[in-house]
């Protein structure tokens, strides 16, 4: 009799159930529904979502055997959730044990509350394979929450976590042999386009893609092309996404009259905003820390220069400059960095642009696969 190939999946987002299908935030579904490709069963432990309205971000689960184990929403920022999580504590244990039992394979979504305390659950099950998603900043050198250096220390530690692959984004010297580089991708080989040159000299389009809160700084955004406005550049900001900021964000454009050129679209459907990120020129992302940055890696795809804080592994995507514009978190500075690049003309940018498409279409769903599928050994 066939062996049932089952995948507990442990991850922070939120699910939804409607119509006998489970939803979840569309870029990771997307990415797990080719990691659920290789196993007969999956069971997701997650916390699930207090309504069930489907919105333009969310994406369906494409595996036909799944069970979902409901979790409660938890966070330690405050004693008092730390006593409620104290309480909730066994039944979510017991939860994630049962999981950890019925399955072949674990894989662990993280930084994340939930990952945190399945890695320590995992220690207890030696001979079970592995993998952990690490979305976060890897980057050794880089100041982080101790749950994120205390999840970054266990799971490489191959004493307390045997048979893990952890997958984390960048090259990093001096790493454990169980740690290694992988990178995440949103477009398939047949949306590749050829490289066509574009005008840098006027009606210039930014671009921003992501949730609108304070760690993508938004408001920088917003701001540095205000700037450039009142430079006399002729330019037009258009951000996807949503998130606690929309509000005030959309009062700031009001209050300072920018109306005319700087667009909130809120979540819009991907297949909308890729035809959006060809027109544009730039994408830009001043994040204060970055796993793997879908969003630049998105415009890169098709020759759009990204504009990014040197975080994480965004100086490697960028190649310290040859193929982006790497800016600091300060308005006059990161203003004055994109004036001095546009100053270098056409001819110096659709280089940079090029180089910049090059390097990210390497990075497709197909290859992102068959790097799940070497991963799995399958």
């Given amino acids: ?41 999956v069971i997701i432990v997650a916390p699930k979502s207090d309504d069930n309205v489907i919105e ?22 405050s004693i008092t959730n730390l006593f409620k999580l104290g309480i909730k504590l066994p039944a979510i244990a017991l939860k994630m044990i049962s999981a950890m039992r019925k399955s072949n394979h674990l894989h662990f979504r993280s930084p994340s509350n939930v990952a945190a305390i399945a890695s320590v ?25 101790f749950g994120y250096r205390f999840q970054k220390w266990l799971f490489s530690n191959t004493s307390l976590s045997k048979n893990m692959k952890v997958l984390v984004y960048g090259e990093w010297q001096k790493q454990s042999h169980n740690v290694l580089p992988f990178f995440t991708a949103s477009f398939n080989e047949v949306d590749k386009i050829d490289f066509l040159n574009k005008d840098y000299s006027s009606a210039l389009k930014f671009i921003y893609l992501g949730a609108l809160v304070e760690g993508k700084q938004p408001l920088l955004v917003i701001q540095i092309v205000e700037q450039l406005l009142k430079n006399h550049l002729e330019v037009e900001l258009h951000m996807y996404g949503y998130g606690k900021l ?34 544009a020129h730039f994408t830009i992302l001043p994040s204060k820390s970055e796993g793997w940055p879908k969003a630049l890696a998105e415009g890169m795809f098709f020759g759009v220069i990204p504009v990014a804080t040197a975080v994480s592994c965004i100086p490697w995507m960028l190649d310290n400059g040859k193929r982006g514009i790497l800016i600091a978190s300060e308005l006059n500075s990161a203003v004055a960095k994109i004036e001095e690049e546009l100053k270098r003309g056409n001819s110096h940018l659709n280089s940079v642009a090029f180089k910049a498409q090059n390097w990210a279409q390497q990075f497709t769903l197909d290859s992102f696969e068959e790097g799940v599928r070497q991963v799995l050994e399958v």
């Fill in 1 to 41: 009799m066939k062996q049932i190939r089952t995948i507990a999946i442990f991850t922070l987002v939120e699910h939804k159930n409607k119509d006998g299908k489970f939803y979840g935030y569309g870029p990771y579904v997307k990415e797990i529904n080719i990691w659920t490709r290789y196993f007969d069963k």
């Fill in 56 to 77: 333009a971000i969310d994406l369906a689960y494409l595996h036909h055997n799944i069970e979902f184990k409901s979790i409660p929403h938890f966070n330690i920022k």
């Fill in 121 to 145: 659950l995992q220690i207890f099950f030696p001979s079970k394979k592995k993998t952990v998603k690490y979305a976060g900043n890897w980057d050794p050198k880089s100041r982080q929450p």
């Fill in 246 to 279: 929309y509000q005030p964000l959309q009062d700031y454009i009001t209050s300072k009259k920018l109306t005319s050129a700087i667009f909130l679209h809120g979540n819009k459907p991907f297949n909308d905003i890729k035809e959006e990120i060809k027109k």
